[in-house]
């Protein structure tokens, strides 16, 4: 099978690709490497690609722009797409929501266009547990109203799913979306928790822990998320009219892909440091603009339709990421 894997040089672009090409599967990576954060560590991920699998092709390109889409995937017959490209990050929607129009919305059309033409046989892409917003009841159901976001990323990821519902309805392409609950792991985001801890803890830096603490996150381990999106994959909604996970009764389906393992900030920040061999200081701080309090994952479907079994707790998954952050920063 031939799978476009979009935002490749991305955190799970990057393992979602690796475990395509380590089943067999040729790939096709786009990715802009856009500066959101150090493009060091994108080019780093994309060399355990490049050279290593003789099945993966990288082709640099924005997907928002419909002639570079185009020109990177000319000569190509796609059979499926894992769309995993965005603007990500809740915080920098704040300062800088255009960068969310261009490649969550427009780059998401170019992606459903292409999917529509190209008659591909499965679109997946990727969603967030910040569509529910804050006043969802726990766990967070699928099939929950998600019209409340409290952050233009969150509007974003809302509208990749009902931009998909319209082309599953109208096209009958059949589409996957996944609802991503805090990852992390290898390879992860310097934006991101995990290593804004990790980071701080090891340099004896007091770690800012907003709403006091009282937050709770169910945290992912990439390894789960990747199985996740495989099975997913290999797995596409029928177009058969019946109702599917979050809905729809045209080939789309939406599921939680999480731990279902909600787990109190204030822990997390204590495994971080147990791995580190530090005792972390905190800095107690209001809730921040566009955050969270909760998130837990409603994994009920994933588990029924796609075999979904996320195998990974904290206490495991924290001293891997912590074990490969001091490998690759030399920390
Ligand atoms: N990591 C998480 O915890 C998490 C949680 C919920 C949802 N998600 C979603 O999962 C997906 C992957 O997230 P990630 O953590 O790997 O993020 P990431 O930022 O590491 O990866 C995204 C990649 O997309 C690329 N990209 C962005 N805009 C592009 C464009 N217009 N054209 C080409 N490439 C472009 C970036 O350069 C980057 O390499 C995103 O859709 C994100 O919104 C992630």
């Keep these: 099978m031939l799978v476009l894997v979009t935002g490749v040089a991305g955190f799970i672009g990057a393992h979602v690709a690796r475990a395509l090409l380590a089943r067999g599967d040729r790939v096709i990576g786009i990715d802009n490497l856009n500066t959101y954060y150090p493009v060091v560590l994108k080019q780093a991920r994309l060399e355990q690609l490049i050279g290593t699998a003789p099945k993966f092709r990288f082709a640099p390109a924005d997907f928002a722009d419909r002639a570079a889409l185009a020109a990177a995937l000319t000569g190509e017959s796609i059979d499926a797409i894992v769309h995993l490209g965005a603007q990500a990050g809740v915080r920098h929607s704040i300062e800088h929501p255009r960068d969310y129009v261009h490649s969550n919305l427009v780059g998401q059309l170019e992606i459903l266009e292409l999917a529509r033409h190209a008659g591909v046989g499965h679109l997946v892409y990727a969603s967030s547990s910040s569509v529910y917003g804050d006043t969802a009841t726990l766990p967070l159901d699928a099939e929950a109203r998600a019209d409340r976001p409290v952050s233009f990323y969150a509007a974003t990821k809302r509208s990749n799913e009902i931009m998909a519902e319209s082309y599953a309805h109208l096209y009958r392409v059949p589409m996957t979306g996944l609802r991503f609950f805090t990852v992390y792991g290898p390879w992860g985001r310097p934006d991101m928790a995990p290593w804004r801890f990790a980071e701080r803890v090891l340099r004896g830096e007091p770690l800012p822990i907003y ?74 701080l209001p809730m921040q603009p566009g955050d969270v309090t909760a998130t837990w994952a409603d994994i009920g479907p994933a588990r029924r339709d796609l075999g979904y079994d996320p195998v990974t707790p904290l206490a495991i998954g924290i001293p891997r990421f912590i074990d490969w952050y001091r490998a690759y920063t030399g920390q």
């Design 211 to 284: 709403n006091h603490g009282r937050m709770q996150r169910d945290f992912t381990f990439i390894d789960d998320i990747v199985a996740g999106v495989l099975a997913a994959l290999d797995r596409p909604p029928a177009d058969d009219g019946a109702a599917k996970p979050g809905g729809s009764r045209a080939p789309h389906a939406v599921y939680n892909l999480g731990n279902d393992q909600p787990e109190a900030l204030i822990d997390f920040v204590a495994l971080i440091g147990k791995a580190c061999g530090v005792d972390p200081v905190l800095e107690l």
